[in-house]
């Protein structure tokens, strides 16, 4: 990893541990940039934009702040945004509006890059953004933005403050949903709770500014964290120095493959009732969260048949869709509608037949794919047991109880 302040380099070509950025011939992958004020995102991006990957990387921001304070070849203004052309292979952007709008606009005009690296603004929940971007005809399509290629979303990663992180998250574990804090949906403006749902909605955590804070406060941070979000990568950092590869090009809304480690976190049980408390031994207590703040589910499902698959997928939407559990499932039915707000779902369906599916949703849409034959990579390294993740509000043992009952009865 170069140094930040250091001469900016030419362009070289990729080397080892750097990102694998296949390029596709039709998308271009987008990832979304989130973290807590101050944590250290304009330190991440400046890494970015000037390490030695030999990618045509776009880095689209806000505004320019210190980030952009980097040798650029040349600029161009143009109208709405302003573009510095990197001596890497880096486009650094600043727009104002970063809407699909201007995404499109800056491909049409520079062509197609390599990445996007989209920067949301500090304490912006990147839930509506990401659903903006996956699964949305009007962007996958090259031809429906004029532009050579389309754009598919890649992954969500959010840094977090090291030192004070944890009492950011405990704070807004303790007014998120109150009255007058609510977050609005559609703007993702800021309030009382967005740290949380920056931590729920993302696929990897930079943890940084690791070498300011003690070891003690690092544990209960990664276990607040996995608390919340089960199912994302947690990497330790110190000014946001992480191997590219583990940021871009992860593939977290379109392959199994990202599942795997999920899988394997110790926690079996995630979410947590005021009276109960299961931790690994080696890890540092869990803050005591309110029930109505942003926890995790996770659920595991045997080998499914035809029918109970079925099932699945009709649990599944009522949930996502009308934020219930199903009629059906009386008396858990009793949760009214809206109860229970998903913000993220991942999951891997077996069934009997053998076959897996990998299940991934995003607030109310998902998908339900089966893995490839050819997948191999992605099958071995799957365990023996299906498992679905749900992360959100109002994910109590009740619904635990609903889904196993509604599929397995
Ligand atoms: N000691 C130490 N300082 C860091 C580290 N990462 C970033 N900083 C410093 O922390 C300050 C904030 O970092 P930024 O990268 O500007 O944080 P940010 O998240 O972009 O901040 P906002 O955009 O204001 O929310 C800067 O002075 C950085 O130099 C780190 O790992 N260790």
């Known amino acids: 990893m170069g140094d930040s302040d250091s001469e900016i380099p030419d362009l070289v070509p990729a080397q080892g541990n750097e990102p694998n950025l296949a390029k596709s011939p039709t998308r271009v992958p987008l990832t979304i940039i989130c973290g807590f004020l101050g944590a250290g995102k304009s330190t991440l991006l400046r890494r970015i934009l000037t390490e030695r990957h030999g990618y045509r990387i776009a880095v689209i921001m806000n505004e320019f702040g210190d980030t952009a304070d980097i040798e650029a070849k040349s600029i161009t203004v143009d109208g709405e945004s302003t573009t510095l052309e990197l001596a890497n292979g880096c486009l650094c952007c600043s727009i104002k509006d970063t809407g699909a709008a201007a995404i499109e606009k800056l491909m049409q005009k520079q062509g197609a890059f390599d990445h996007i690296l989209l920067e949301t603004t500090g304490l912006a ?8 971007f996956w699964h949305n005809e009007e962007y996958i399509d090259a031809q429906s933005i004029g532009s050579e290629k389309g754009i598919a979303l890649d992954g969500v990663v959010c840094v977090v403050d090291a030192v004070f992180g944890l009492k950011q998250m405990e704070e807004d574990h303790a007014t ?21 749902r920056q931590i729920a909605g993302s696929d990897v955590i930079i943890l940084n500014k690791v070498d300011l804070s003690t070891e003690s406060t690092i544990l209960a941070t990664e276990a607040a964290i996995k608390h919340v979000n089960p199912t994302a ?30 899988f394997s976190v110790p926690h079996e049980h995630q979410h947590e009732h005021e009276h109960e408390h299961e931790h690994p031994s080696s890890s540092p207590t869990v803050p005591h969260y309110v029930a109505r703040g942003i926890s995790s589910l996770q659920i595991s499902l045997p ?15 009522t949930v996502l869709w009308e934020g ?11 949760i009214s509608e809206g109860a229970i707000q998903v913000l993220r779902c991942k999951g891997l369906i077996l069934l ?40 959100g509000k109002g994910l109590g043992d009740e619904v635990r109880d609903s889904l196993l009952s509604s599929v397995i009865g």
């Open 125 to 132: 929940d990147p839930g509506p953004i990401a659903g903006m």
């Open 176 to 196: 998120d949903g109150e009255e007058g804090h609510s977050v609005s949906e559609d703007t993702g403006a800021k309030g009382p709770g967005e740290s949380l």
């Open 233 to 262: 990568s947690i990497y330790r950092t110190v000014r946001a120095d992480i191997n590219l590869a583990h940021i871009l090009g992860i593939q977290a809304y379109s392959s199994g493959k990202h599942l795997t480690p999920s």
């Open 324 to 334: 219930r559990l199903p009629d059906s499932t009386s008396p858990q039915s009793k």
């Open 303 to 317: 080998p499914l048949s035809p029918s109970q698959f079925a099932a699945l997928d009709v649990w599944i939407r």
């Open 352 to 391: 009997s037949s053998g076959e897996q599916h990998v299940l991934q949703g995003v607030r109310s849409m998902y998908e339900i794919n089966p893995i490839a034959d050819d997948d191999d990579g992605a099958k071995s390294e799957f365990p023996h047991a299906g498992k679905v993740v749900l992360i």
